[in-house]
């Protein structure tokens, strides 16, 4: 089992958060379709992006403390300069419109932790934060990259089902 602990967003998480959310955009990128959706994916993480997706991330946790959760590497997990080992972001109750349900916007572990129980831990946390929201209708949805098998087996494990397939087209 995992070494780390499983807690709530704070703002002193906010630049080691970051940097998960770095790898998990680098991710989306990677050996996942053409060479190009690695670069595009690259390209976006600029620092205005970076600056406008925190005050995203701190505008959701206004909201709903428990709808991001990190999780902090062993011994250390209490201190300030902990290291973040991965984070669950589930939207705010507000945002349930989006797809009528609970919307898992991202989990993310870094790959050296991956396999080590951390994603479980972060995956129950969101689970428990959507159980508490007011939604439309009675589930939690996710996107998935269907070329991301580890990640498709991981939501399988926990009973995510195919709903629709998400199309998209350039602006």
């Not at 958060?17 to 955009?25: A, I, P």
């Not at 990128?29 to 005050?55: F, I």
Request: aromatic letters at 10%.
């Amino acid at each position: 089992m995992t070494d780390a602990t499983i807690r709530p967003y704070e703002r002193d998480d906010a630049e080691r958060l970051w940097q998960l959310k770095r790898g998990f955009e680098l991710g989306i990128g990677e050996d996942t379709g053409p060479a190009d959706k690695a670069e595009a994916y690259e390209a976006k993480l600029t620092d205005g992006y970076r600056e406008r997706w925190l005050d995203w991330v701190d505008r959701c946790v206004d909201e709903d403390a428990a709808c991001v959760n990190v999780a902090v590497a062993g011994a250390e997990s209490e201190t300030a300069d902990a290291e973040l080992v991965g984070y669950s972001f589930l939207l705010p109750e507000s945002l349930s419109f989006v797809w009528d349900a609970a919307v898992l916007n991202e989990i993310f572990v870094a790959p050296e932790r991956r396999g080590s129980g951390v994603a479980d831990g972060l995956m129950d946390a969101a689970v428990d934060c959507a159980r508490e929201q007011d939604l439309p209708l009675d589930r939690m949805v996710l996107d998935v990259d269907r070329e991301n098998d580890r990640a498709q087996s991981f939501y399988e494990r926990y009973g995510f089902e195919h709903w629709g397939e998400m199309v998209a087209r350039d602006l």
